[in-house]
C-alpha cells in the first residue's frame, strides 16, 4: 500500500492535502458579499449565523471554529469580510492565519454592498496568483488526521460501511496517524462501551459526562435527544432507535486505544484516536468542528445518500448500500457494498479505503468538490 502523498508544507509544519483560498465572513451580516466574492472567484466560503451578539462559550466557539478554519493546512490564503461593528475581530483572525496570504475587507469601509464585492474579488485575484503554483512535498500517512461521520444512515451503515472505516481507522493509526470520532448525539447509548476504551478513567467520564451534559441540554426544554433520532430517513432505512443507530455509529471509531477528548474544534495535539465533544445542530456543524481541528479530509459514510461536502476538506462518501451506489453516482465516491454481500471482509474494505484516502490527499477529486455541492455550519454547545 502506498504510504505517502503529495501535499503541501505549511509554515507551522502541518501538511494540506488542498491549497484552497478561504473567504471567511467574520460576521453574519457579511455572508452574502463574501458569497458573492467566494462564487464569482470560484473559491471557498464559510457562512456561518455568528460574529455578534455572542458571549460566553458560544462567542469562544465560534472564534476557536474561525481560527481552525483560517490556520488550516488545506488553506492556502485567506480573504475574510467584515462589516465593521462585529464581536469578532478580523484582526485576531489573519494573525491565526500565520504566513499565508491575507486580505480583509469592511463593506462600511468600502461603500456598501455592491463595491466591497468588486474589491473582495480583486484581492481573491490577487490570492490566488501568489499561492498559484505551490510547491508539492512527498508527505508520510502519519501526517494525516481523518474525521468519521455519518449521515442518512441505514441497516448497511452500521453492519458493513461503518465497521470498515474503523478498520481503515485502525490501519491509519497502525501507520502513525490520528482518527477523530464525533457527533455527540451519536455517542448516546453507546458512551458506556466507548469510555471502557479510554487511555484512563479520567478520559471515560469525559465521555460519559458530554453525553450526559447533553441530553439534560434537551430536558431542560422538556425533550429529549431521542426525539429527532432517528430521523424518518434512518427509519426508512431499517433504524428502530437511537441507541441502535449509536452502536452501529461508533464502530467509525475502530478498536483502539481511545487518546483523549476534545471540546468543540480544539486542535488535535496527537495521534490515534481522539473522541470530539461536537456542537449540535445539523451535521455539518460536527463536521465542521473536527475539520476545525485539523483534519485534513472526512471520511462520510451515508445508507440513502447524504449529499454534503465541506468546503474546508475533501469529504469521501462512503456506502454499503448498493441501490445508492448505482443511483447517486455524483455523491457517492467509495463503494463499501462487497462487505454487505459477502465479497470482501471489513478488514480488507478498510485497507482498500485507506487506499483511496492517500489517493485523495495527493489530490484526487471527490465528487463534493466536482459539483461544489459544500455546506458549512457553526453549531450550539451544549452547556
Known amino acids: 500500500m502506498k504510504t ?66 483560517v490556520s488550516h493546512p488545506n488553506v492556502g490564503a485567506v480573504l475574510t469580510v467584515g462589516l465593521s461593528c462585529e464581536q469578532i475581530d478580523a484582526t485576531r483572525l489573519l494573525k491565526a492565519a500565520g504566513d499565508k496570504p491575507t486580505r480583509h475587507i469592511r463593506i462600511h469601509d468600502e461603500g456598501g454592498n455592491a463595491k466591497a464585492v468588486k474589491r473582495g474579488v480583486e484581492m481573491v485575484g490577487e490570492l490566488k496568483k501568489e499561492i498559484k503554483g505551490a510547491d508539492k512535498t512527498n508527505i508520510s500517512v502519519d501526517e494525516l488526521t481523518i474525521a468519521t461521520q455519518c449521515g442518512s444512515s441505514d441497516t448497511g451503515s452500521g453492519i458493513a460501511s461503518n465497521p470498515a472505516v474503523g478498520a481503515m481507522a485502525d490501519k491509519l493509526i497502525e501507520l502513525g496517524g490520528a482518527v477523530i470520532i464525533g457527533e455527540t448525539g451519536g455517542l448516546y447509548g453507546a458512551a458506556g462501551l466507548m469510555a471502557r476504551r479510554a487511555a484512563t478513567k479520567e478520559i471515560g467520564d469525559k465521555i460519559i459526562a458530554m453525553t450526559d451534559r447533553l441530553e439534560e441540554y434537551y430536558k431542560r426544554m422538556g425533550h429529549s435527544l431521542r426525539e429527532g433520532n432517528p430521523t ?50 445539523i451535521g455539518s456543524c460536527a463536521a465542521a468542528d473536527m475539520l476545525a481541528s485539523g483534519a485534513q479530509i472526512l471520511a462520510y459514510t451515508t445508507g440513502g445518500g447524504n449529499p454534503t461536502g465541506s468546503p474546508l476538506a475533501p469529504v469521501v462518501k462512503i456506502t454499503a448500500t448498493k441501490k445508492t451506489v448505482e443511483r447517486l453516482e455524483d455523491i457517492i465516491d467509495f463503494d463499501a457494498s462487497p462487505v454487505l454481500l459477502g465479497d470482501e471482509t471489513v478488514k480488507e474494505c478498510g485497507n482498500r479505503m485507506l487506499e483511496e484516502m492517500v489517493e485523495v490527499a495527493g489530490g484526487k477529486i471527490v465528487q463534493a468538490e466536482k459539483t461544489r455541492h459544500t455546506v458549512f455550519a457553526i453549531g450550539k454547545v451544549a452547556l
Open 232 to 281: 424518518p430517513g434512518n427509519i426508512a432505512g431499517g433504524l428502530t432507535t437511537l441507541v441502535e443507530k449509536s452502536l452501529g455509529g461508533v464502530r467509525k471509531g475502530g478498536t483502539t486505544t481511545i487518546r483523549g477528548v476534545l471540546s468543540p474544534g480544539e486542535r488535535i495535539s496527537g495521534k490515534g484516536l481522539w473522541v470530539m465533544n461536537t456542537s449540535h445542530g
Open 4 to 69: 505517502t502523498f503529495m501535499g503541501y508544507r505549511r509554515h507551522d509544519g502541518r501538511s494540506g492535502v488542498r491549497n484552497y483560498v478561504a473567504v471567511v465572513p467574520t460576521v453574519l451580516c457579511s455572508v452574502s458579499v463574501a458569497r458573492s466574492i467566494a462564487e464569482a472567484m470560484r473559491v471557498n466560503v464559510f457562512p456561518h449565523e455568528g460574529g455578534c451578539g455572542q458571549v460566553g462559550s458560544e462567542k469562544e466557539h465560534t472564534l476557536r471554529v474561525l481560527e481552525g478554519v
